[in-house]
Structures are given as C-alpha cells and as structure tokens.
C-alpha cells in the first residue's frame, strides 16, 4: 500500500495545525451522523503535502475503512485529464482550437439547434455558428447532459438513452455521432451549458492520435506521471479497494448503497468516458494536480508547457462574464457567481462575488460522486476531497472545504 503522508509540517508551510484540524472535524461530522460512508483529504503547499486525513469506511456493509490507496469513482474530476490530453496534441501541432469539430467528427457537420416544439415533435434550425474545438473545451458547444432536467433537449437525451450513461454496448465514436443527431441546445458559442463536450473531447484525441482514449491515457499521461492506479475501471485484483457507490436516502439523509451503478466501475468498458469515467487514488490524482500547479512539469516529466498551463487557466467566457451571466442554471452546492470556465476548468475571476475563500485565477473541478479539488498557484495552495456520494449537489461540501483549508492558513 502506497502511504500517502505528509512532506511538510503545518508550520513550515504556513499553517496553524489546530485551524487545519478544523477541516477533519467538521466532515467527520458528516459521517458520525451517516451522511457520508467516509472521506480522504489532502492539502497541499509549495509542492508538499501538509495534511492527509482518512475517516469513515470505503464499504459501510462490510465494514471496510477507507485507506491510503482506496480507489474512488473520479467521474467529472476526469474532464482536466481529458483536456489536458488534447491540449500535447495541440501544442504538437495535431490540430488548432478554431478547428470545426466535424473536422474530426464528420456528424457535427449536420447538427441542428433547438429552438421549440415538443421532445418527440423539436422544432429545429440550420447551425449558423460553427462547433469548434474551443467550443467543446469550453461548453459552449451547445450540448448537454440528460441527468440536468432543464431543458427538454435534456429529456431528448434521456429519451435516447443518454442521462447517467449510454446504452448498453455503446462505443465513445457512436456516442459522438448520436449526440450529433440529437437537438443543441443553443448555437455554439452564444451560452454556456455543462455537457457531454468533454467525452466529444475525448473522441477528438482518439480521431487526432490514432490512439484509443485509453492508450493515450496510459502511454502519455498516466505512465510517465506514475498514476498507476488510474484507469477507465477497477481491474479484479484491485476491487478490494474499490470503494462503495452511495446515494442519500430520501427519508433519512443518510449515505444509501447504490449497487447497479457501483458496480459499473469493476468492469471493463465499451464507452470510454473522457467526461466522466475514470477511478484513481488520492495519491495519483494529486501528482496530476501537483504537475499543473508546477506549470506543466513534474519529477522531471513535462507534458505541457507553462504558457498552456496560462492559457488553460484564463477565463474563456466571452466579455469576461461569469456562469452565472454566460451559462445555463445547474443544480449545485455552490454558486456560479464570480466563476468563469477555462480550456476544462472552472476559474475564479471574482472572489468578493463569488464571496468563498480563493485567489484570483485559482482553478478547479469536482465529480458527481461528491469528489472535488481546486489548485491555488498564488498561494501555491491545492487540496482534494473524496468520497461516494451521488449526486455532488447533496451536501454544500465543496464550499465548506475550500473555506476550511483557507482559514487553516496564517502567514
């Protein structure tokens, strides 16, 4: 097992130790009163780690505790590694982000917009704004998810089988083309809506590298950045650590094992899921953290360059808006207001609106399973959370953890 323990003291990294304690006793909270299964935490400065806590049990009905090397369903947390990954292709030249996406996938070439009817009787119009790669990294593409229930190209979506997953024995390339057929939601560019985008990302690094999502993954990324327990599934040999999948129970609030969909995680996929299928461990996930917040660079492997790292981590939203003023409403813990959206990040621009704890121009992301981590470079700051909770909406803990590790800092 892989001890994923402090490099630093507190002190030395400009925390005060009983503020950091703070953090642990408030989510166990969470799993005292059965909110939660259990959770694994990790704060990170100036390129060591200051605080590492576990808590609560990985699997509730067989007494299992969470551990250093628990393997967690990243799901949403997968989108950066999927940008990312496009990212080496366009810095190698493979394609540009004003590319048309039906380019690479040519179905895009024939999408229509949604403007009204009924979701068995849509009215549509032609696409006047052409889909570009930008457009998908910054989910302005005009598509969606079926799990939002917003709007009825959402319901189109769940009426074609594409809500939390896709039909049975779907490949990633016929996922693309079918999301093609199906209504956008608005012309691109003109609005931001959280989407399939990113799985669209993935097919494109696909298309460009000649390479399946997964063999990129491993040769490029996860490799030569030592992620070894990062991968589309949990392989047999490794689904002891595999934690359990949990949802809230109406009645109680209390953490309500999910079997079915749990289970998916333990075999191996048809659809490759660059939007939302990965598992890892907290000790994988923050080496890929610690390489962004290095610029791009870490023990000696470069997969990006620093001015992408900027480019990545700039607020892309046309005028400089927000997601509240450019983007479609999401059911979520936390507020849009004061948050922008980058090449597959969100991006604070605003910390008075957003009124939470950050600097401007920190960075981030977090999974439909209650998972979520931010990457601070001003205050050289990063932190992760983990846990099993479907959906991320459920409990506020995003804005709670990110306030709690803020206050913990005292220089």
């Known amino acids: 097992m892989t001890k994923f323990e402090p490099t630093s003291s507190p002190r030395a990294a400009g925390f005060d130790p009983d503020r950091l304690r703070r953090i642990d006793s408030y989510f166990e909270q969470y799993v005292d009163d059965g909110r939660l299964p259990g959770f694994q935490l990790i704060v990170s400065r100036r390129g060591e780690v200051v605080h590492h806590h576990l808590y609560g049990m990985r699997d509730v009905e067989a007494s299992l505790p969470v551990e250093h090397d628990t393997l967690w369903r990243i799901y949403s947390m997968t989108k950066p590694i999927t940008s990312v990954a496009l990212m080496m292709l366009v810095e190698e030249g493979k394609l540009l982000l004003t590319d048309p996406v039906s380019n690479y996938i040519p179905s895009f070439g024939n999408s229509r917009v949604w403007r009204s009817g ?6 549509t119009e032609p696409i006047t704004e052409t889909m ?3 457009h998908l990294l910054t989910h302005t ?3 969606t998810y079926g799990f939002l ?3 009825p190209v959402d319901d189109i979506y769940r009426r074609a089988g594409y809500e939390w997953g896709v039909p049975k024995d779907t490949s990633l390339a016929q996922a693309c083309d079918a999301w093609a057929a199906l ?4 012309q691109p560019g003109t609005e931001w809506n959280y989407s399939v985008a990113t799985d669209v990302v993935g097919r494109l690094v696909e298309v460009v590298s000649g390479r399946t999502l997964e063999q990129f993954f491993d040769e490029r990324i996860l490799t030569p950045l030592g992620m ?7 392989p047999e040999d490794k689904h002891h650590r595999l934690a359990a999948l949990y949802q809230p129970d109406p009645s109680t609030k209390r953490a309500k094992r999910l079997e079915m969909m749990g289970k998916a995680a333990a075999r191996r996929p048809t659809f490759l899921s660059g939007g939302g299928g990965l598992v890892s461990t907290a000790y994988d996930y923050d080496r890929f953290m610690r390489m962004r917040a290095n610029g791009g660079e870490l023990d000696g492997v470069r997969l990006l360059s620093p001015r992408t790292i900027d480019q990545m981590t ?6 400089g808006n927000d997601l509240t003023e450019f983007g479609r ?8 207001d004061g948050v922008g959206f980058g090449l597959g990040f969100s991006v604070l621009v605003d910390p008075p609106k957003a009124k939470v704890h950050g600097s401007q121009g920190d960075f981030g992301w977090g999974g439909a399973a209650s998972t979520t981590f931010w990457i601070d470079r001003r205050q050289q700051l990063s932190a992760a959370f983990y846990t099993q909770l479907l959906p991320s909406s459920t409990w506020p803990i995003r804005p709670f953890f990110k306030n709690l590790v803020h206050q913990a800092i005292v220089d």
């Not at 209504?183 to 608005?186: N, Q, V």
């Not at 070894?228 to 949990?234: K, L, M, R, S, V």
């Not at 409403?329 to 849009?336: H, V």
């Open 118 to 123: 009924s979701v068995v009787k849509p009215v």
């Open 132 to 134: 570009l790669v930008w």
């Open 141 to 143: 593409a005009g598509l």
């Open 149 to 151: 229930y917003q709007s």
């Open 183 to 186: 209504p956008l939601l608005f």
């Open 228 to 234: 070894h327990d990062t991968g589309f599934f949990a």
């Open 314 to 319: 700039t607020n892309h939203l046309p005028g």
């Open 329 to 336: 409403p999401l059911d979520a813990e936390t507020t849009y």
